[in-house]
């Protein structure tokens, strides 16, 4: 019954799929903030599956765009205001607040390269990690747990720093095997509609849904301010709000395999640059 229940399911999205207007993303949109343009568009990695990398502001409305033209009109600002807060905010058992040890600025050029080995650690760090173990290490304070608003403010803030810089993250030496495993779950079938990330983000791409414009799936512009939760939203939780949309049993958010998806993908979206914080649909 499962396997019957599986295989309509995947037809009706084949159906879909197949009945989908195509449209193209709009190159004539400029991505200019404070007088400066950030690319939106850049070249495939030799050998990638992708020849042609496109933000995933180039797929959304006019309108949606326009929103992150400013960084008055995005609401994602709200949230980086609070992070500013949060930042001088002295917490945890040692009386030292993030700013007793960096200023904001010293960030730029991090998020570009994240997720990485942590060679001290023996493992991959995302930002979220090296945010907990500032606040565990360094502060005496408490962990903030994975996507939720603190966290993900805090990694809004760090990443904005970067913001027009090219995502250059590494695939090999110690994190190649992750990379492997990230690539694996990108393409495995999944879910009560036995479907995989590819077939969204690189089989149809480019294709009107109901009134969803797939994207590349890329994730430079996270963590991305979504219209349909208002609210701030993190790599992870897109990943897990994408399984339940297929009918999948989510990882869980900061967990090995949630960690090597991340790194896979955010590899393929080398030579974009980052715009976080974003706003998207």
């Known amino acids: ?78 949230f980086v205001e609070d992070a500013e807060a949060m930042f001088d905010k002295v917490e945890g058992s040692e009386g030292k607040s993030c700013s007793s040890c960096h200023e904001v600025g010293d960030f730029k050029g991090l998020r ?42 805090m990694v809004a803030l760090i990443s904005l720093q970067s913001r027009g810089m090219p995502i250059n993250v590494a695939t090999d030496g110690p994190v190649a095997d992750i990379y492997k495993q990230g690539k694996e779950l990108y393409y495995t079938r999944v879910g009560q509609l036995d479907m995989a990330c590819s077939n969204c983000h690189e089989d149809n791409y480019g294709n009107m849904i109901r009134a969803d414009h797939l994207s590349q799936g890329q994730i430079n512009g996270f963590p991305t301010y979504r219209l349909k939760n208002a609210k701030l939203n993190s790599i992870h939780a897109r990943f897990k709000g994408c399984m339940k949309n297929i009918r999948a049993q989510p990882y869980g958010q900061g967990s090995p395999e949630f960690q090597a998806l991340e790194l896979y993908v955010a590899s393929r979206g080398n030579g974009l640059s980052v715009e976080a914080p974003s706003v998207r649909n």
Not at 27 to 38: H, P, Q, R
Not at 59 to 76: H, I
Request: aromatic letters at 10%; proline letters at 7%.
């Open 112 to 153: 570009p390269v994240l997720p990485r080995w942590n060679e001290a650690k023996g493992k991959l760090y995302s930002m979220e990690n090296y945010i907990n173990d500032c606040r565990t290490e360094r502060m005496g304070a408490e962990k903030w747990k994975w996507s939720k608003p603190k966290m993900t403010s």
């Open 1 to 78: 019954m499962k396997k019957l229940l599986s295989t309509v399911a995947c037809g009706i999205v084949a159906m879909t799929m197949g009945q989908a207007a195509f449209a193209d993303p709009d190159m004539s949109a400029k991505l200019v903030i404070d007088g400066t343009e950030i690319p939106t568009h850049a070249k495939g990695q030799p050998g990638g599956p992708l020849d042609e990398l496109y933000s995933g502001w180039l797929f959304r409305s006019a309108e949606t765009r326009a929103l992150q033209l400013d960084d008055f009109d995005n609401p994602a600002f709200v």
